[in-house]
């Protein structure tokens, strides 16, 4: 009766509805095809405008013993039941959270607990009206990519640089400008002189070779900023993963003239399936991204932001990072003994942080494609730069040398296993 299919007639007793609910809810003609016009038009203008996309789900998993794929949580450390008590928890006392629309920016519980985190963490101090919650850090720079460009505008970009950023900013009809990265990251002697241009940088573990920007170079980047008008669009993707030392302060956290804009997520640090993240704007730019934020989405899914926020300040997501931390430390540690032992002049980069290394391939191998090649049909998956989602714009000396090897969710023990069938396929 409650579904509509019978109807009560006081007095008279229980009838069948006269009016059906599936009369009300499906077409007459569900389930028949249409017949396909085969009449070719000319595409208009915008059809005709190519975009390329970020390739992050590997083609080759299936055929794999050991895959090297970069930026891979470990999925057996998804805190699983802490996770599913915080989402029963939330669904009971919800209201109207799931029904009504909220704040746009995101949940306060969750922007509260990000700021609070981002203090000790980064050096970052920022107000939860500074913080949006969006769908990780893609949609943070779409976000970002619709506040302040327009067709023709300068884009900054690493050189090799992570394609969701390049191509993003490309589709926007922007002009990108790579600037190589060395050993200290950014060369930011190269920086171009052009006004209210953007600048995307990776400093904490460069996407993709893993340089640590130098603290000197943030300030020369910081600098241009301030001189030039730009915002420095700061990608902190994996940052929770240091191995040695004390991190150097985020770029936000160093910024006196207001011109870094932050991005966060918890891809990494938790699981790239909750599209979950964060960016931090700088406050002459907080009513201009709730408006695009409203225009593209009215905000994030409510029960996961609630569920973070519960974790976050539990102390469950500092427990979770500082537990994955060693995990991810030791399979580096295998990872570059492993090269080590079978590779013994290889040059190893950007293992100092993050999930991904980068390895200079030994002189009497052959080319990092042919590499890619030899290890994929071997059932190993060691990538490219290409392959591993990045872009070189070809200034990176040697980039075809090159490979890209993500560690944190192999065991220590199928790291070795694979790095041995590659030597072994290599030879
Ligand atoms: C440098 C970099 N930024 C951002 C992302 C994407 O993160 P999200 O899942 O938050 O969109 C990735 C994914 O691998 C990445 O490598």
Redesign the pocket.
């Known amino acids: 009766m409650a579904e509509g299919y019978i109807e009560s007639r006081k007095t008279r007793g229980t009838f069948v509805s006269l009016q059906i609910p599936e009369d009300v809810l499906y077409t007459a003609t569900h389930g028949e095809a249409r017949s396909v016009s085969r009449k070719v038009r000319r595409p208009s203008k915008v059809m005709q405008r190519e975009f390329r996309a970020?390739m992050?789900v590997n083609p080759h998993r299936r055929k794999l013993t050991a895959d090297f794929w970069?930026?891979r949580p470990d999925p057996n450390s998804f805190p699983r039941k802490a996770w599913a008590t915080l989402v029963h928890r939330r669904l009971q006392s919800a209201g109207s959270a799931l029904t009504e629309y909220r704040d746009v920016a995101g949940l306060i519980d969750l922007r509260r607990a990000i700021a609070d985190r981002l203090r000790p963490a980064r050096s970052i101090v920022a107000s939860p009206d500074q913080i949006l919650i969006v769908?990780?850090?893609?949609?943070?720079?779409n976000l970002v990519s619709r506040m302040i460009l327009e067709p023709g505008s300068t884009a900054v970009v690493e050189s090799p640089c992570?394609q969701?950023?390049a191509f993003l900013f490309e589709s926007f009809g922007a002009k990108l400008v790579p600037v190589r990265i060395d050993h200290r990251g950014l060369d930011c002697s190269q920086l171009p002189n052009i006004r209210n241009a953007i600048a995307y940088v990776?400093p904490s573990h460069q996407?993709?070779l893993g340089v640590t920007l130098s603290l000197e170079r943030r300030l020369e980047l910081l600098a241009w900023a301030a001189q030039t008008g730009s915002y420095i669009v700061e990608?902190d993707?994996?940052s929770d993963f240091r191995f040695h030392g004390a991190p150097i302060a985020a770029l936000k956290g160093l910024d006196r003239a207001d011109r870094v804009i932050y991005?966060g997520?918890?891809?990494?640090c938790l699981g790239?399936g909750l599209?979950l993240?964060y960016v931090v704007v700088p406050n002459d730019l907080i009513s201009r991204a709730r408006q695009v934020k409203t225009l593209m989405n009215n905000g994030q899914p409510w029960l996961e932001q609630a569920a973070l926020a519960d974790f976050m300040t539990g102390g469950g997501f500092e427990r979770h990072v500082r537990r994955i931390r060693n995990l991810y430390l030791a399979r580096r540690n295998a990872l570059v003994s492993s090269l080590r032992r079978h590779f013994n002049e290889s040059e190893i980069i950007g293992d100092e942080a993050g999930m991904h290394l980068a390895w200079r391939l030994p002189s009497h191998l052959p080319s990092a494609k042919e590499v890619e090649e030899i290890g994929l049909a071997a059932g190993v998956g060691v990538y490219t730069l290409a392959s591993g989602?990045a872009i070189n714009f070809g200034p990176v000396p040697e980039g075809d040398r090159y490979l890209v090897l993500g560690f944190s969710s192999l065991s220590e023990r199928e790291i070795e296993a694979g790095i041995a069938k590659l030597a072994e396929a290599l030879s």
């Open positions: 970020q992050l970069v930026g769908g990780g850090s893609q949609d943070g720079l992570y969701g950023a990776t996407y993709p990608d993707y994996d991005l997520t918890f891809s990494k790239a599209r993240g989602a």
